[in-house]
């Protein structure tokens, strides 16, 4: 990990169609970055090709990592895996669909170290009408029940000082708050508008009825642990 500041985490499920295109963006990245930089794959139980393609790049390059879980555990067991493994001071996440570039990154860096994380906001949305309504709603009702602030909660492009990241509690559908979650450690949120762009291949995971019902109870149990959240400063010790 030696003079490697980010980790970024890419879940994987069920991805064979997209990671060659991805690998050719994240390259592009890596060879502009000025931060430097890796990339660590976290295969979620694929039951396609996408081990095998994931091994195939990192094989290659230096710069890529994986992780391959033994089961389908859901988004946010894959991102908990990541920052579990993570040792570089930043941790970044990414979708594998490439719907957002990893190219915006380069756009967060002046935000460290001033602010705790750097959340995108995807403007001029590209999403099919279904899930831009069920986003929608669910940014709405999220943010009346949370009052956070927090524009674009599941942008899936952010970058975290790594030592916050460790510390969010965790549970299943978590990845709808981290913004929430640095800022219940008293971290500060940056948040910037990202490009956004059709989905390369493959079909989303999600349909309209989960899109829904789960934000609805991950809300209700983020509102729960929050008011029961510990959070304390010492003054003096000896």
Request: proline share 5%; charged share 25%.
């Amino acid at each position: 990990m030696e003079n490697i500041r980010l980790t970024i985490i890419v879940p994987v499920y069920n991805e064979e169609e997209s990671l060659g295109q991805l690998q050719t963006e994240l390259n592009k990245y890596l060879n502009a970055t000025p931060v430097s930089s890796q990339i660590l794959f976290v295969n979620d139980g694929s039951s396609d090709k996408s081990q095998t393609i994931i091994e195939d790049i990192c094989a290659v390059n230096p710069a890529y990592h994986y992780l391959a879980l033994a089961a389908n555990h859901g988004l946010s067991t894959a991102v908990k895996a990541g920052i579990d493994a993570c040792e570089t001071e930043l941790v970044g996440y990414i979708d594998s669909d490439i719907q957002t570039t990893p190219m915006d990154f380069l756009n967060y860096f002046a935000f460290f170290p001033e602010y705790d994380m750097v959340n995108g906001i995807r403007a001029n949305r590209k999403d099919t009408g279904v899930k831009k309504l069920s986003s929608k709603i669910a940014n709405w009702f999220r943010r009346t029940m949370i009052n956070d602030g927090i524009e674009d909660t599941g942008c899936p492009l952010k970058i975290i000082k790594t030592d916050f990241a460790k510390r969010i509690p965790f549970f299943d559908g978590m990845h709808r708050f981290i913004p929430a979650l640095i800022q219940l450690q008293g971290g500060k949120v940056k948040q910037i508008p990202i490009q956004h762009f059709p989905r390369f291949a493959g079909t989303a995971k999600y349909n309209l009825w989960n899109r829904m019902k789960k934000p609805f109870f991950d809300t209700l149990a983020f509102r729960w642990m929050r008011s029961r959240y510990i959070r304390y400063s010492v003054k003096k010790q000896a």
